[in-house]
């Protein structure tokens, strides 16, 4: 039953996200693709992604100890 629910689940989540990508893809083609901003939006999200990483793992070495 669990395994149903979960699947279930999961088949609505990634079919709603679905959903939501065709939406905003007429919004987002609306948006100018070129400037600075559009540059460095990706390396701004990779350092995000970077710092919360390293947190995690400097929180989680602290704990070890």
């Not at 905003?24 to 609306?30: D, K, L, Q, V």
């Not at 990706?42 to 990483?53: E, M, W």
């Amino acid at each position: 039953v669990l395994i149903v629910a979960f699947s279930a689940g999961l088949a609505a989540v990634l079919t709603g996200i679905g959903l939501v990508l065709v939406w905003a893809y007429r919004w987002f083609a609306r948006l100018p693709v070129e400037g600075p901003l559009s540059r460095l939006l990706p390396v701004a999200s990779a350092l995000v992604i970077t710092l919360v990483g390293l947190a995690l793992t400097i929180e989680a070495a602290v704990q070890l100890r």
